[in-house]
């Protein structure tokens, strides 16, 4: 029967590659294995390449595949980009379509762009689209606005888009939120207006203000807003910063909101950022608020029950004495559970001690095991 010839042995390259990987010692692995492979990728990038194909799927080969496909890419790009579509399958991996379009848009756009077609529909045409728009837009936005609003593909015309838009309002960004209203929707809409109204709000807080309702209900309405916030009372004072957040039309964003407002305005003035907070009508808000401002007012605790017990109700006030309990149980909690020992209406007492003894845990274990065994609880 007709036998199997035998293997041919390795080469010294390739006996190197086998020893580095072979190290127990992860950053002399990486770093001995990288320096031989990338030698062997600039003068033999067959080898190279028979190598990477026999090596097993690691953080090892996605750099190995990245040092390889870069340096075929310099000498035959079209082939390059046929090893792309066959070896890199994994996210990090695809990574390289990056760094690739990134660079043929920076050296000759008109090299790079018939060789989108070469990229694989998916996450990796999304890198290699966005790094091409990126580096046009930055040298010749005009240009790239125009070619990215002719994409006839949604897959391709939306991050296209978006990613010069995202250019576009570094220098225009009402010019940015304009064309993203008319050209853009659903999350990529929402990300480009997010960045240009956060742009606008370092230079215009005012104009930014009048935009952050244009953004759909969620987290990312919520952080515009925040920094739209900081930004009027930075810039035009408390008054017009609080005055706007009364005008905004979710509940739950005007606490949110306030109370971001009311951290920043209590390292400058806390008697009226505490003050104001009293004279809040009741309600949720109201309460919300209390329980923000009793954590920010904790480091002086006995100043904080004080004005927590004028507040107009009793919610609010609730509010503010569990927060306090656990704000001065962080610097001494042995005297914020003996405190909180002292309130005599339940949840209220549960709650101020649950608190306070937490931190009493975190900080002092055995104290406070001590405490709790021999605690009338």
Same mark, same amino acid.
């Given at each position: ?48 390449? !028979? ?34 579509? =066959? ?35 998916? =996450? ?21 606005? !125009?070619?990215?609003?002719?994409? !006839? ?16 309002? =570094? ?79 979710? =509940? ?126």
């Amino acid at each position: 029967a007709p036998t199997t010839p035998p293997a041919p042995p390795p080469t010294a390259a390739e006996a190197a590659l086998t020893t580095a990987l072979a190290s127990p010692d992860p950053q002399t692995r990486a770093r001995d294995f990288i320096q031989r492979f990338h030698a062997l990728a600039q003068s033999d990038p067959d080898a190279a390449l !028979a190598f990477l194909r026999k090596m097993p799927r690691g953080q090892e080969f996605s750099q190995a595949l990245f040092i390889l496909l870069d340096t075929i890419s310099r000498r035959d790009l079209d082939r390059a980009l046929d090893l792309a579509a =066959e070896l890199a399958v994994a996210r990090e991996d695809r990574a390289f379509y990056s760094a690739l379009f990134d660079r043929l848009a920076r050296e000759n756009i008109q090299t790079a762009l018939p060789r989108l077609e070469r990229v694989p529909a998916g =996450e990796a045409r999304d890198y290699a689209l966005r790094a091409l728009s990126d580096a046009w837009a930055r040298t010749a936005p005009a240009a790239a606005l !125009a070619w990215a609003q002719g994409l !006839a593909d949604p897959a391709d015309r939306n991050p296209a888009l978006e990613t010069v838009l995202r250019n576009i309002s =570094e220098r225009d960004p009402l010019e940015a939120i304009t064309l993203a209203e008319k050209h853009l929707t659903g999350p990529a809409l929402e990300r480009t207006l997010a960045i240009a109204i956060q742009r606008l709000t370092h230079t215009d807080p005012t104009a930014a203000s009048k935009l952050v309702t244009r953004l759909p209900p969620g987290d990312m309405q919520t952080m515009t807003a925040v920094n739209v916030a900081r930004a009027l009372s930075d810039q035009k004072g408390i008054d017009t910063a609080l005055a706007w957040i009364a005008a905004l039309p979710i =509940e739950l964003l005007r606490w949110i909101v306030l109370n971001n407002v009311l951290t920043t305005w209590s390292q400058k003035d806390p008697l009226a950022a505490a003050r104001y907070v009293a004279e809040m009508p009741p309600g949720g808000g109201l309460d919300f608020a209390a329980q923000h401002m009793g954590l920010l007012l904790g480091s002086k605790p006995r100043d904080a029950i004080m004005w927590a017990e004028a507040l107009p109700t009793i919610t609010a006030r609730e509010a503010a004495f569990v927060s306090i309990a656990s704000a001065w149980a962080q610097r001494a909690p042995a005297e914020a559970v003996k405190w909180a020992m002292t309130l005599t209406t339940d949840p209220l007492r549960t709650n101020a001690l649950a608190g306070a003894f937490t931190y009493w845990r975190m900080i002092d274990q055995h104290g406070a095991h001590n405490w709790i065994e021999k605690a009338d609880l």
